[in-house]
């Protein structure tokens, strides 16, 4: 019970320490040319690129192919689109069915807990894996195949220090 309750206490401290340390030196923030939203960063990438080079491209980085966990981070993409004019573009977003077909899931390794699929999406037609926000209706998502290309939205997990990543540091 002693070395429990004193690793207890190592974690605790280590987890303390690294919360300020994140705090001094401004992880609260997005790095420029990125936009925060739930606290976490996305940006939208405007050349084209098939979906593996755009994650690629994202992961260059530090982020990966957009995860969308709500309709508030799905609208707040939809802002950036038409704020830099290119909603009349696809986007690749960072979803897959390139496993097993039929079962999405986020290229950063999130839960598949929110979509927008437009209506008869996803089709898989002519074998689709690889998901976009759709020019045609709205922005709502659709399948398509993955080397199609087109811009993309990159965003980070969260840019908040995680305990699992302290717990990690631990000897
Ligand atoms: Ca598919
Ligand atoms: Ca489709």
Redo the contacts with the bound molecule.
């Keep these: 019970m002693i070395i429990m309750a004193t690793q207890t206490i190592w974690i605790s401290a280590a987890c303390a320490v690294l919360l300020l340390c994140g705090a001094a030196h401004g992880q609260s923030d997005c790095p420029t040319g990125w936009n925060v939203f739930n606290n976490r960063c996305f940006k939208l990438v405007t050349y084209h690129a098939t979906f593996h080079k755009a994650q690629e491209a994202c992961e260059f980085e530090n982020s990966h192919l957009a995860s969308v966990h709500s309709a508030a981070e799905n609208n707040f993409i939809h802002g950036l689109v038409r704020a830099t004019g290119f909603y009349a573009q696809g986007l690749w977003i960072g979803g897959s069915d390139d496993g097993s077909e039929g079962v999405w899931y986020w290229i950063d390794g999130s839960p598949f807990n929110f979509a927008d699929w437009s209506p008869g999406?996803?089709?898989?037609?002519g074998d689709?894996d690889c998901l976009m926000m759709s020019p045609y209706d709205h922005l709502r998502w659709?399948?398509?195949r993955c080397d199609f290309a087109m811009p993309f939205v990159c965003s980070t997990r969260s840019h908040k220090p995680q305990m699992t990543d302290v717990i990690s540091c631990k000897p």
Excluded: C, T, Y
């Excluded at 999406?121 to 037609?125: I, K, L, R, S």
């Design positions: 999406q996803p089709n898989n037609f689709e659709k399948d398509l």
